[in-house]
Nanobody, 121 residues
Framework: QVQLVESGGGLVQAGGSRRLSCAASGSIISMTVMGWYRQAPGKQRELVARMASGGTTNYADFVKGRFTISRDNTKNTVYLQMNSLKLEDTAVYYC???????????????WGQGTQVTVSS
């Protein structure tokens, strides 16, 4: 199995910055894609950003120019640097990973427990 442990959430003022981290551990053979989703109260979970092991990235339009995703493939860790935070960025941020796991093959449904980011005015 694979465990994803997130950290870095908390309270931040509008216009401020925050960095999230997510470390994957377990019987990982290769972690193909790692990324971040978020879910605000009363809303569906949505993609924020994701990054393939080769470096290809995808960003939601609402974070382009403000958030940057990066990863350390040697540590199976993904980061999300969030700058110029807005009130509407308040949400629970979830780490997601997809890859090949020993005994399970390819799986894309590994999720972290979520970390709350609250942006205040």
């Amino acid at each position: 199995q694979v465990q994803l442990v997130e950290s870095g959430g908390g309270l931040v003022q509008a216009g401020g910055s925050r960095r999230l981290s997510c470390a994957a551990s377990g019987s990982i053979i290769s972690m193909t894609v790692m990324g971040w989703y978020r879910q605000a109260p009363g809303k569906q979970r949505e993609l924020v950003a994701r990054m393939a092991s080769g470096g290809t990235t995808n960003y939601a339009d609402f974070v382009k120019g403000r958030f940057t995703i990066s990863r350390d493939n040697t540590k199976n860790t993904v980061y999300l640097q969030m700058n110029s935070l807005k009130l509407e960025d308040t949400a629970v941020y979830y780490c997601n990973a997809a890859g090949v796991v020993d005994g399970l093959g390819y799986r894309s449904d590994f999720w972290g427990q979520g970390t709350q980011v609250t942006v205040s005015s």
